[in-house]
């Protein structure tokens, strides 16, 4: 069985609920001060908080090296960490008694270069190669990672009227994951630059794979799936707001060359998380061998991707090697949840074309967005019979749709760039989707032709 994680790492993610817990014991109290602070005091910084937020993280450093059983580096890891929250708290506090608010490349190049630090001298305590390229890796993929979970707020900012101790329910436990994001990437950070082959395995789509470590990596992609389309988003809507020159708290307080590394940082970390998402999810598949399309699309959704998850990781493993996960997965029958994609995009669309070409006609109006809008919807539904017969009618229906998000761009001028970034990530997974349903495929893997004496032809579909 293929395992993603060393014994030491599995150690550490098995007991994360002790940081998790510190997270929360700390990060309650600080909403509750802040809520107090802010209806007393018309401005000025609120310092205890502050303190609040970053001291969890800091005991998150030495958490590992408590499990690792390394108890002469815990103090100084904590103490470092400290350190490096205290550093970063104090350059918001000096930007602010300054009144130069804005979040510029300073303040970014001070913020990786603290964690940068924490992250060299983790790799030095613990010994081994290539510690510098760990640091770097670790950096890169932690600091756009970690704290995606923060991003929560995007979700609940359209209702700040709701009651505060509701918001903190719905917030909270996603901030509190902090650890579990933190740790799960810089393991992932670890081994890509230390193990040979882990590249490898994390793209191939053939690995066995065991129930927990599905369970950790689904939860890791998926939240940095989730949460990193609404950080791309909030980016995006800021620098279109830039561009504009449409003024908000948001746009004044980062500068615009930071807004546009966030967007290209967020917009890979969402690229890459997808494309791991899929081959994690199909390995899984291939390794219980269960062939029910519509376990996998419900991966993709929210709430309902508890179902499989439930599922697939109480099924027992069935399939011994890649070899077999590599014949199962090319000689399954198809799926029917196929058609179903098939006939609702199909109805969908059309409706969608045709009320808008009705409204038009009924207001007697020639709106060019709006007639865009329609050609698109009706051009889309002439495409989704033809999902599975050709491969290329599923990169054009996807085309359509970003073609559809760049009008609504245009018709809202940039004020809905948050909606924008996640109409683009759902697309983007939605190419994982149709490609596995309509096209599965392995590149550069070849079955032997007897793989198919007295089966059913790969692709061939019955319903």
Known sequence: ?????????????????????????????????????????????DYLSSVLFFLPFSFAAGYEFLMRKKYKEIAFMILLALAVGGLVTFEFFFRFKAKTHSYGPLSLALALSANFLLLAVRAYLLGGSKLWQRALVGLVITYFTAALSSHIFSFTNPFYGMDFWLREVLTLPFRALYPVLYFTGLFLADNLVSEEGYLEKLKSKLERINSKEYLVLYLFLSMVCLFGATAFGFNLNMFLNKVMGYRSFETGYYSVYVVMVFVVCYGTVCAAAGYLLRNIIISRMNTIGSDNGWLYVLHYSIILNIIPVIVWSNAASVHETEEENAVFYLTKTPSSIGMVIMCIGTVCAFATGFYLLSAMSKYHSSNGYALGFAALCIFSSLLHPMLRKFKEAVYLVLALNGISILLFTLISRGKEGMYVGSMIMAVYLSFYVLMEVFHPNLDKYQLPEETFMDEKNPGEVSF
């Open 1 to 45: 069985m293929t395992t993603y994680f060393s014994a030491v790492q599995r150690r550490v993610l098995k007991f994360i609920w002790i940081p998790v817990l510190i997270y929360l014991a700390f990060h309650l109290p600080a909403d509750i001060h802040q809520q107090n602070f802010y209806k007393s005091h018309s401005g000025g910084p």
